[in-house]
């Protein structure tokens, strides 16, 4: 019986390690890239002729957005575009991104971005790019000890938070609302899409003399953002007529929580919800008018880096950072513009059509 | 007098206290920005359903107090701690839906759409906690290895193979028929149902069978429990097996509650909830004796604590703040010294009392 035990754990840890290696191996696709794009490229720098060799350090798949990250540069530095991508996908391994990079370095090729990681410990290996003479441009997210590469392609979270207030503004004007008295669930303390709305959204609500009735953090998940909204729901019953949930996650926990408590929202409702990041499904929930509206967190950051590329093929200095252009979508056709920080900008309202068109 | 020392003297007696401790502060927060002093324990029924902050406890605890029995078990036997509980949730959440969605599919909106009927999805789940139960035990209880490490193997591996059967995504599963287990039952939220159910399941089984004074013995002494005709490594390896039937429960619980699996985020450091909500009951983490109710009103504590940081509107960038302050206040009060403190002084208080009673 007990030797029965033992033989049993133990294939199950050799079954579970197993599988666990299998998961390493294949999430390294680096190998593999490498023969690609030495198959298809002279090795030696600059002297490619008319294909431009970009490798590209992604952080990994673990979202619908990150999905589109990839899609999008896959689709920009195709071979039809005149480009040749070494994607490396390196799941969330910040070790494994340098490794990623290096190899690159070795490749010879003529451009590398990078969506790093983590923000530190980036130097040394910037600084081997720089000797390589290889151009490098982040996106996304931040590289903060070094300043070695060209251009940073991002969002910019303050715009985003900035023109939720906005749109809110022109909204309420139009609907006659004269007192807002907001809730915010906020994303995961500290992050950078969490200090960027929050501030954008509370310059305007300080500005118009809004009430923030309270602003806790939902974690950037479904979870996070029901039970936050459950709590909501008794600390201010009756009392609030805006929620914003800083992302998509969080807006579909909060619909369940008030769901739940009675509580209308949407088109129509008691209540105007307001997200951010506007995912497929979610863009599909303002069309439906569950949302009232959503405010882009663009992945779509290859065509800025193109255009960088060509900039710089073209010998010319790029910019140093780049906000890539979001959208703003609404449910319901009253509000057609905003003007954000003096610029205007268009409020998409949803249709079939552009929810069609929206590529995640 | 007497009555209240007897009060005082029950082992139930310091995790019930501090649970009311905890509840006394929102009391004197409601009073403070003049609100009736019942404004946090009010009940009321909105929309069909109960509704309020103990309710929001007792349902949100749920989780931490149905893993918390499996971890009481674990801690009572082997002296160690089962730290991967909050991984294998991710796990047989994860398993339980790629089971109902299929592989690689990422979002079911209907009942039509289901590649596997719910039911195996959820058995599946449960399989799977005991197979993650099974494998940490096998190795603590016949490998000898310390329960630390061993489940440190699935602590780290459990989320990355949940992420894996889930092919990296976050699978939905939007249909009432699995939301229910996190959403309601009538008035009641199912979780609350769930955890009474185990909580009783487990208690009548160590109450009537002699299964707790087996695990409290091996945990005591392993090897005189063996010389005295138990067989103190199959009670260890039941034990762990129960703990990742525990998990699997609680991943369910969670996984419904958000109608998908979100492997990255669901059970994230509930392991150490559980193992506080353990130390809380006033069970000692070197194993032995154990004390199940303890633990459950320690995982109703720390949702307590938390209800009460959204309750008093404190922000969360310092809510972990507040939560270290109060747990560290709860576990000094149960520490041993000043357990021995508080005795020392009512009986220089009784004896001063009887001088000038004979003076």
């Given at each position: 019986?007990?030797r029965?035990?033992?033989?049993?754990t133990?294939?199950?840890?050799?079954?579970?390690?197993?599988?666990?290696?299998?998961?390493g191996?294949?999430?390294t696709?680096?190998?593999?890239?490498?023969?690609?794009?030495?198959?298809?490229?002279?090795?030696?720098?600059?002297?490619?002729g008319?294909?431009?060799?970009?490798?590209?350090?992604?952080?990994g798949?673990?979202?619908?957005?990150r999905?589109?990250?990839?899609?999008?540069?896959?689709?920009?530095?195709?071979?039809?575009?005149g480009y040749?991508?070494?994607?490396?996908?390196?799941?969330n391994?910040?070790?494994?991104?340098?490794?990623?990079?290096?190899?690159?370095?070795?490749?010879?090729?003529?451009?590398i971005?990078?969506?790093?990681?983590?923000?530190?410990?980036?130097?040394?290996?910037?600084?081997?790019?720089?000797?390589?003479?290889i151009?490098?441009?982040?996106?996304?997210?931040?590289i903060?000890d070094s300043?070695?590469?060209?251009s940073?392609?991002?969002?910019?979270f303050?715009v985003?938070?900035?023109?939720?207030?906005?749109?809110?503004?022109?909204?309420?004007?139009?609907?006659?609302?004269?007192?807002i008295?907001?809730?915010?669930?906020e994303?995961?303390?500290?992050?950078?899409?969490?200090?960027?709305?929050?501030?954008?959204?509370?310059e305007?609500?300080?500005?118009?003399?809004?009430?923030?009735?309270d602003?806790q953090?939902?974690?950037?998940?479904?979870?996070?953002?029901?039970?936050?909204?459950?709590?909501y729901?008794?600390?201010?019953?009756?009392?609030?007529?805006?929620?914003?949930c800083?992302?998509?996650?969080?807006?579909?926990?909060?619909?369940?929580?008030?769901?739940?408590?009675?509580?209308?929202?949407?088109?129509?409702?008691?209540v105007?919800?307001?997200?951010?990041?506007?995912?497929?499904?979610?863009?599909?929930?303002?069309?439906?008018?569950?949302?009232?509206?959503?405010?882009?967190?663009?992945?779509?950051?290859?065509?800025?880096?193109?255009?960088?590329?060509?900039?710089?093929?073209?010998?010319e200095?790029p910019?140093?950072?780049?906000?890539?252009?979001?959208?703003?979508?609404?449910?319901e056709d009253?509000?057609?513009?905003?003007?954000?920080?003096?610029?205007?900008?268009?409020?998409?309202?949803?249709?079939?059509?552009?929810?069609?068109?929206?590529?995640y | 007098?007497?009555?209240l020392?007897?009060?005082?003297?029950?082992?139930?007696?310091l995790?019930v206290?501090?649970?009311i401790?905890?509840?006394?502060i929102?009391?004197?927060?409601?009073?403070?920005?003049?609100?009736?002093?019942y404004?946090?324990?009010?009940?009321?029924?909105?929309?069909?359903?109960?509704?309020?902050?103990?309710?929001?406890?007792?349902?949100?605890?749920?989780?931490?107090?149905?893993?918390?029995?499996?971890?009481?078990?674990?801690?009572?036997?082997?002296?160690?701690?089962?730290?991967?509980?909050?991984?294998?949730?991710?796990l047989?959440?994860?398993?339980?839906?790629?089971?109902v969605?299929?592989?690689?599919?990422?979002?079911v909106?209907?009942a039509?759409?289901?590649?596997?009927?719910?039911?195996?999805?959820?058995?599946?789940?449960?399989?799977?906690?005991?197979?993650c139960?099974?494998?940490?035990?096998g190795?603590?209880?016949?490998?000898n290895?310390?329960?630390?490490?061993?489940?440190?193997?699935?602590?780290?591996?459990?989320?990355?193979?949940?992420?894996?059967?889930?092919?990296n995504?976050?699978?939905?599963i939007?249909?009432?028929?699995?939301?229910?287990f996190?959403g309601?039952?009538?008035?009641?939220p199912?979780?609350?149902?769930?955890?009474?159910?185990?909580?009783?399941?487990?208690?009548?089984?160590?109450k009537?069978?002699a299964?707790?004074?087996?695990?409290?013995?091996?945990?005591i002494n392993?090897?005189?429990s063996?010389?005295?005709?138990l067989?103190?490594?199959?009670?260890?390896?039941?034990?762990?097996l129960?703990?990742?039937?525990?998990?699997?429960?609680a991943?369910?619980?969670?996984?419904?509650?958000?109608?998908?699996?979100?492997?990255?985020?669901i059970?994230l450091?509930l392991?150490?909830?559980?193992?506080?909500?353990?130390?809380?009951?006033?069970?000692?983490?070197?194993?032995?004796?154990?004390?199940?109710?303890?633990?459950?009103?320690?995982?109703?504590?720390?949702?307590?604590?938390?209800?009460?940081?959204?309750?008093?509107?404190v922000p969360?960038?310092?809510?972990p703040?507040?939560?270290?302050v109060?747990?560290?206040?709860?576990?000094?009060v149960?520490?041993p010294?000043v357990?021995?403190?508080?005795?020392?002084?009512?009986?220089?208080?009784?004896?001063?009392?009887?001088?000038?009673?004979?003076?």
């Amino acid at each position: 019986m007990k030797r029965k035990f033992l033989a049993m754990t133990l294939a199950l840890a050799m079954g579970l390690s197993l599988a666990a290696c299998g998961g390493g191996t294949a999430s390294t696709p680096a190998p593999a890239e490498t023969g690609e794009v030495e198959a298809t490229t002279p090795a030696e720098t600059g002297s490619t002729g008319d294909v431009i060799t970009v490798g590209f350090a992604q952080v990994g798949h673990e979202s619908d957005w990150r999905t589109a990250s990839t899609k999008s540069a896959q689709d920009v530095f195709s071979a039809e575009n005149g480009y040749d991508l070494a994607f490396v996908d390196c799941d969330n391994d910040s070790a494994a991104q340098l490794e990623a990079v290096r190899n690159f370095i070795q490749q010879g090729v003529d451009y590398i971005i990078i969506d790093p990681i983590v923000a530190t410990g980036w130097d040394a290996v910037l600084t081997e790019c720089e000797d390589a003479g290889i151009p490098v441009i982040v996106i996304d997210r931040t590289i903060d000890d070094s300043d070695k590469y060209v251009s940073w392609v991002g969002s910019d979270f303050k715009v985003e938070g900035l023109a939720c207030g906005e749109w809110l503004k022109a909204y309420a004007a139009d609907k006659g609302i004269t007192e807002i008295n907001a809730l915010v669930i906020e994303g995961s303390v500290g992050a950078s899409a969490t200090i960027g709305r929050t501030e954008g959204f509370k310059e305007i609500a300080d500005r118009e003399g809004w009430t923030i009735l309270d602003s806790q953090s939902g974690d950037f998940t479904e979870a996070g953002g029901q039970e936050v909204m459950e709590s909501y729901c008794q600390s201010y019953a009756g009392q609030f007529n805006v929620v914003i949930c800083q992302n998509d996650n969080e807006a579909a926990g909060a619909m369940t929580a008030m769901d739940n408590a009675g509580v209308t929202y949407g088109v129509g409702g008691d209540v105007i919800l307001v997200s951010f990041d506007a995912n497929k499904p979610y863009v599909q929930m303002v069309m439906d008018g569950k949302i009232n509206a959503n405010f882009e967190c663009n992945p779509m950051a290859a065509p800025t880096v193109a255009e960088i590329i060509q900039q710089l093929e073209a010998g010319e200095t790029p910019e140093k950072e780049i906000y890539v252009s979001e959208s703003w979508f609404v449910a319901e056709d009253n509000v057609s513009t905003i003007t954000v920080n003096g610029e205007e900008q268009e409020c998409i309202y949803v249709t079939q059509e552009v929810l069609d068109a929206r590529p995640y | 007098m007497s009555n209240l020392k007897k009060l005082t003297q029950k082992r139930l007696f310091l995790p019930v206290f501090c649970m009311i401790l905890v509840l006394c502060i929102n009391m004197i927060y409601d009073l403070s920005i003049g609100h009736h002093f019942y404004n946090f324990f009010e009940i009321t029924m909105t929309n069909g359903m109960l509704n309020g902050r103990l309710i929001n406890i007792l349902n949100r605890g749920s989780e931490v107090a149905i893993l918390a029995i499996g971890m009481t078990l674990v801690v009572s036997a082997s002296a160690g701690t089962d730290i991967s509980v909050g991984s294998v949730m991710s796990l047989c959440a994860s398993f339980c839906c790629m089971l109902v969605a299929g592989f690689g599919v990422s979002s079911v909106s209907s009942a039509e759409e289901f590649a596997m009927p719910l039911a195996v999805g959820l058995i599946g789940a449960l399989l799977m906690g005991c197979l993650c139960g099974a494998f940490n035990g096998g190795l603590v209880a016949y490998l000898n290895i310390q329960p630390m490490v061993a489940t440190l193997i699935l602590w780290s591996a459990a989320r990355a193979i949940g992420l894996l059967l889930c092919n990296n995504l976050i699978v939905y599963i939007r249909v009432p028929e699995f939301g229910v287990f996190g959403g309601y039952l009538g008035p009641i939220p199912t979780p609350i149902v769930i955890a009474a159910v185990c909580v009783a399941i487990v208690s009548v089984v160590l109450k009537k069978t002699a299964l707790g004074m087996y695990i409290q013995s091996v945990g005591i002494n392993k090897k005189a429990s063996r010389i005295a005709g138990l067989n103190s490594q199959r009670i260890i390896f039941l034990c762990y097996l129960i703990c990742g039937l525990c998990a699997g429960i609680a991943g369910i619980v969670a996984s419904s509650r958000i109608t998908s699996a979100d492997s990255n985020n669901i059970g994230l450091d509930l392991e150490l909830d559980a193992i506080l909500a353990v130390a809380l009951g006033g069970n000692s983490l070197g194993g032995g004796k154990f004390n199940l109710a303890g633990s459950i009103i320690g995982a109703y504590t720390i949702q307590a604590i938390t209800t009460t940081m959204y309750n008093m509107g404190v922000p969360s960038a310092v809510t972990p703040v507040f939560k270290a302050v109060v747990v560290i206040v709860i576990v000094a009060v149960q520490a041993p010294p000043v357990k021995a403190w508080f005795k020392k002084r009512s009986a220089a208080k009784a004896l001063a009392k009887k001088e000038v009673a004979s003076a």
